[in-house]
């Protein structure tokens, strides 16, 4: 991680600042060094020059995003964009920092850098709370820290735990301001940065020094206090020049001086002095107002202790005049040093210039009201892009979830509707093979009822020949009788033998007769008769059961059934019986009946 190198590993190695922005130029210079380690190298070079240089710092972080976006990784346009957040708070452009801020938050989409993702979430955090909207600042702070953790980024870290711990000073929870400011004093000291562990060391400090003035019989709390101030001052002077933001030296020696003037006895003086030099020496660099007035003001207060009016009244003009001098200058910070100035002239006894004085601050505090609204405007302004923009985001995310349900939806719907092809190709398959199977089925019945057919009329032509032969021999032997009838003529009337002869040749007619009959029905016999009454009975009709069927067909009686067949008629009776069973007939049914429907 280039972030990683340059900046922590970085600081690690050089001895001082003006080595480590060299270092950088010179980065910068290699024309063998690759787009992603120039474009961090930009960043980080607008973070250390914006204190001495902050148009150039501006210059260097817009050159990094506009390099950035040649990259699919969005860990560069990230960076450089969190880097412009933190620069343009410094110019008071709140609005363009929450541009900035909102795009980096985009870009993190397309980086894994956790370290840069988590940079990106605290200087989000940190812009809320500038802009006093610390629900969502601790929010953001703690993503911040999911973030961070395991990554080694102490330097990080330490400053999310110390801008929570400012969250619960502004709400005064004295718990969670000790256990955060413990935090980012720890994680401080394991990032071996100076500018880190300045800042953490500030923090310890004002702890202490809040909590005695809760409780000032624990004169321990002031030492520690004191202390933690001290030691910003001794990293300072044992490394100079590794030092980014100056004006935490000058923070600290103001904090030690202002603890002499207000807790100490006056003849602590001259050591007070000694911190407000090194803090104006300081400030006086850094063109920072606010601490220039303020040493202007110890000053002042032990000027007023003395009773050494027109002292006072010097130091203040003095400090004015420097404040005035400034570019930058704050209306706030001179609206106050007039109301110091008026308050010196009334103790004096000069109410003419302590009421000149007094208007003059009257001016300067009303421009300070009218740029504060100007300033809450702006804030408010910030808060509502920032909350337009969460809207538009939770609505984005709730487009996706259902675009997501949708598509869950849709891919249901193909699963289903491809399940019901399948079920619909296998069910018209199956119907197919179905239809082939009848087909071969009927195909096969055909071929057996064809055969069968073929075979029956095999059997009736058989049995017309046999018919045929049978009626020739029947002529012969009705020839015979007819011949054997005329010499019987010949016999006397009342011959026996001729009585036997006559009723013999009259029953042998009679049997011709029925020959006849039987003949004429069996032609008019269906050949599926048979076929009919075995499918009826299973196949368990014997030859005997389909000859006594054909007599019953024909319309003979059981007693003509039992003399054609040679039997008794109680026999007759029993073999109905058995066929009725095998042709799975109630006792109530009709033979004769069933027997006519099969023909």
């Known amino acids: 991680m280039i972030i990683l190198v340059l900046f922590f590993v970085g600081l690690g190695k050089?001895?001082?600042?003006?080595?480590?922005?060299?270092?950088?130029?010179?980065?910068?210079?290699?024309?063998?060094?690759?787009?992603?380690?120039?474009?961090?190298?930009?960043s980080h070079l607008g973070r250390n020059i914006y204190e001495t240089d902050l148009p150039s710092a501006l210059n260097a972080a817009n050159e990094a995003l506009k390099l950035s976006h040649q990259f699919s990784d969005g860990q560069y346009s990230a960076f450089a964009l969190a880097t412009l957040t933190y620069l343009n708070v410094q110019r008071d452009s709140l609005v363009q920092a929450q541009k900035n801020i909102d795009s980096a938050l985009i870009y993190t989409a397309k980086s894994t850098n956790r370290v840069v993702n988590g940079y990106v979430w605290l200087r989000k955090g940190w812009l809320e709370y500038t802009v006093n909207n610390t629900v969502k600042a601790t929010a953001s702070f703690f993503k911040a820290l999911q973030l961070l953790e395991g990554q080694k980024s102490y330097a990080y870290e330490s400053l999310v735990y110390h801008y929570l711990a400012s969250i619960y000073a502004d709400l005064k929870d004295p718990e969670k301001l000790k256990k955060y400011t413990r935090l980012s004093l720890k994680l401080a000291k394991q990032s071996r940065e100076p500018d880190i562990i300045c800042i953490a060391y500030l923090a310890s400090g004002s702890s202490f020094l809040q909590s005695f003035r809760k409780d000032p019989s624990q004169k321990k709390l002031l030492d520690s206090a004191i202390l933690y101030n001290k030691k910003v001052l001794q990293l300072a002077q044992s490394q100079p020049k590794r030092i980014v933001n100056h004006i935490n030296i000058a923070a600290a020696a103001l904090n030690t001086a202002n603890i002499y003037w207000e807790f100490f006895p006056k003849d602590y003086k001259d050591r007070a002095r000694s911190y407000i030099n090194q803090a104006l020496t300081i400030a006086r660099k850094a063109k920072h107002e606010e601490v220039i007035a303020n040493c202007y003001g110890i000053l002042s207060e032990y000027a007023l202790a003395e009773g050494n009016y027109a002292e006072a009244e010097i130091l203040?003009?003095?400090?004015?005049?420097?404040?005035?001098?400034?570019?930058?200058?704050?209306?706030?910070?001179?609206a106050s040093m007039m109301k110091g100035l008026a308050t010196v002239a009334e103790k004096s006894g000069n109410p003419i210039k302590a009421l000149n004085y007094y208007k003059q601050y009257m001016k300067y505090e009303q421009e300070a009201y009218n740029a504060a609204k100007l300033s809450i405007a702006q804030k408010l302004e910030v808060r509502y892009e920032a909350e337009k923009k969460e809207k538009e985001l939770e609505t984005l995310q709730e487009r996706a979830a259902f675009n997501r349900k949708l598509n869950f939806i849709s891919i249901g719907l193909i699963i289903a509707g491809f399940l019901i092809l399948i079920f619909l190709f296998r069910s018209y398959h199956f119907r197919l093979k179905s239809s082939i199977q009848q087909q071969k089925l009927r195909a096969e019945e055909s071929a057996r009822l064809k055969a069968e057919q073929e075979l029956l009329e095999e059997r009736q032509d058989k049995l017309q020949k046999e018919l045929l032969a049978g009626s020739l021999q029947m002529e012969q032997k009705k020839d015979l009788l007819q011949t054997m009838r005329d010499k019987l003529?010949?016999?006397?009337?009342?011959?026996?033998?001729?009585?036997?002869?006559?009723?013999?040749?009259?029953?042998?007619?009679?049997?011709?007769?029925?020959?006849?009959?039987?003949?004429?029905?069996?032609?008019?016999?269906?050949?599926?008769?048979?076929?009919?009454?075995?499918?009826?009975a299973n196949n368990k009709l014997t030859r005997l059961d389909l000859k006594h069927c054909t007599y019953i067909l024909m319309g003979f009686s059981n007693k003509e059934i039992a003399n054609r067949m040679g039997v008794d008629p109680k026999s007759i009776i029993m073999a109905r019986y058995r066929i009725k069973q095998k042709l799975n007939l109630d006792k109530e049914a009709s033979l004769d009946l069933l027997i006519q429907k099969l023909s």
């Open 14 to 42: 050089t001895r001082s600042q003006s080595i480590m922005i060299d270092s950088l130029k010179n980065l910068l210079r290699n024309s063998e060094l690759k787009p992603e380690e120039k474009a961090m190298a930009l």
């Open 316 to 334: 203040f003009l003095s400090g004015f005049s420097e404040v005035d001098k400034s570019m930058g200058s704050s209306i706030g910070v001179k």
């Open 489 to 536: 003529a010949d016999q006397p009337e009342n011959g026996i033998l001729k009585n036997q002869m006559e009723r013999i040749l009259k029953e042998d007619v009679r049997m011709d007769e029925d020959f006849e009959h039987a003949k004429a029905s069996l032609t008019n016999i269906h050949p599926e008769f048979f076929n009919r009454l075995q499918q009826q």
